[in-house]
């Protein structure tokens, strides 16, 4: 299982290098423009991304109480998001910096987990309050298939305006058997 994580990770940092090579062809009020999407336009769809991660990072983070996950210090001391369609990144640029910087540390978080980590109940709340307890493995699993859900409206969007964001299958990430 541990394997499948390793693997949504750098799928997920690849295709968000992916997003922002399409992105950066992109006027900046066409990333912003209204596209009638959940979060209105590509612009709101990237930073919701970065949002819903750092909640995660942020709720992984506190979970830690060993201190055994060093890559997830830095997100104790980032602010959490006031809601899922906060814009902490103003425009493509800082949007690019803050996502690398995420993709980083989840790449190296997810290569310091174990397979015992994946069994340990982690507690959390909602944004609305409402606390939870579920698996670390469970949580993974809703963490990348999150990410990969609102690429794939990012990439809708970008088709929609006449953009290609490239081949997207997590196929392409597989090393090929022997």
């Known amino acids: ?4 994580f390793v693997l949504h990770a750098g799928y997920n940092q690849w295709m968000n290098g992916n997003l922002h ?7 900046a009020e066409e990333l912003a423009a209204p ?3 959940f979060f209105d336009s590509i612009l709101g769809t990237l930073n919701h991304l970065v949002v819903a991660d750092t909640i995660w990072l942020k709720r ?7 201190d055994c996950w060093s890559a997830l210090r830095p997100m104790r001391g ?3 998001p006031a809601s899922l369609d906060a814009r902490p990144c103003p ?6 910096n803050r996502r690398q910087a995420l993709d980083a540390l989840i ?6 987990l174990d397979a015992a980590d994946l069994d340990r109940t982690i507690a959390y ?21 999150h990410q990969t859900h609102h690429r794939g409206q990012a990439t809708t969007l970008f088709s929609q305006a006449g953009v290609d964001v490239g081949p997207t299958d997590l196929l392409l990430r597989i090393p090929t058997a022997p």
């Open 1 to 4: 299982m541990l394997d499948h």
């Open 21 to 27: 090579r399409a992105a950066s062809g992109m006027p």
């Open 35 to 37: 596209r009638g999407a």
């Open 60 to 66: 992984f983070a506190a979970a830690d109480e060993a």
């Open 78 to 80: 980032e602010p959490m």
């Open 91 to 96: 425009d493509l640029a800082a949007w690019w």
């Open 107 to 112: 790449v190296d978080w997810i290569g310091q």
């Open 125 to 145: 709340a909602t944004m609305r309050g409402d606390p939870h307890r579920k698996r670390l493995a469970h949580l993974l699993l809703h963490f990348f298939n």
